[in-house]
T-cell receptor
Framework: DTEVTQTPKHLVMGMTNKKSLKCEQH?????MYWYKQKAKKPPELMFV???????INESVPSRFSPECPNSSLLNLHLHALQPEDSALYLC?????????????FGPGTRLTVT | GQQVMQIPQYQHVQEGEDFTTYCNSS?????IQWYKQRPGGHPVFLIQ?????EVKKQKRLTFQFGEAKKNSSLHITATQTTDVGTYFC?????????FGTGTRLTIIP
């Protein structure tokens, strides 16, 4: 199984809502990533978990809160988002917990903040 | 970290023509990866280059890593409509993990 799955595919939320994005992989990968991608731009790294520990936080606002419950799951908790946070949120994973390995991306969650 | 520039930003080619995108860094890289993202899709890993001057081929795609490990290129021979998408490089060095700006390829059938 070389698939990374993400739910939901689409999400519309108000600025006062709390929601969560979910990501799952069963490839035994030990590094998992969250990226944000705006239209016609490259993916922007938000967080990296390596062996279930947060190893990189790219100065992301606290309204985004990552969580890695186990080696297969990655969540992104959202609270009090702004309209400019509307984007495609991509999850990825790579083996061995090292960022220089090839990354497998999920299909993404398209988030709209109203 | 400084974003690595890719050129060109956009490329429109007739089907059957060749296509090349370049990824240029101001610093020496340890290695570089290339990804393709189809319209409406997610990035898909294509290749990783590690050695100075390395050249790798995948069917019609040729990837090169410069001798100084500061630049890389992706060349597609005889483009097909399936090649449509945005090609990103992902350089690895001392800077943070940052994708290149990307080159969007469109094909005129």
């Amino acid at each position: 199984d070389t698939e990374v799955t993400q739910t939901p595919k689409h999400l519309v939320m108000g600025m006062t809502n709390k929601k969560s994005l979910k990501c799952e992989q069963h490839m035994g990968h030990r590094a998992m990533y969250w990226y944000k991608q705006k239209a016609k731009k490259p993916p922007e790294l938000m967080f990296v978990y390596s062996y279930e520990k947060l190893s990189i936080n790219e100065s992301v606002p606290s309204r985004f809160s990552p969580e890695c419950p186990n080696s297969s799951l990655l969540n992104l908790h959202l609270h009090a988002l702004q309209p400019e946070d509307s984007a495609l949120y991509l999850c990825a994973s790579s083996q061995e917990g090292r960022v220089s390995y090839e990354q497998y991306f999920g299909p993404g969650t398209r988030l709209t903040v109203t | 970290g400084q974003q690595v520039m890719q050129i060109p930003q956009y490329q429109h080619v007739q089907e059957g023509e060749d296509f090349t995108t370049y990824c240029n860094s101001s610093t020496t890289l340890s290695n570089i990866q290339w990804y393709k993202q189809r319209p409406g899709g997610h990035p898909v890993f294509l290749i990783q280059l590690v050695k100075s001057g390395e050249v790798k081929k995948q069917k019609r795609l040729t990837f090169q890593f410069g001798e100084a490990k500061k630049n890389s290129s992706l060349h597609i021979t005889a483009t097909q409509t399936t090649d449509v998408g945005t090609y990103f490089c992902l350089p690895f060095g001392n800077e943070k993990l940052t994708f290149g700006t990307g080159t969007r390829l469109t094909i005129i059938p």
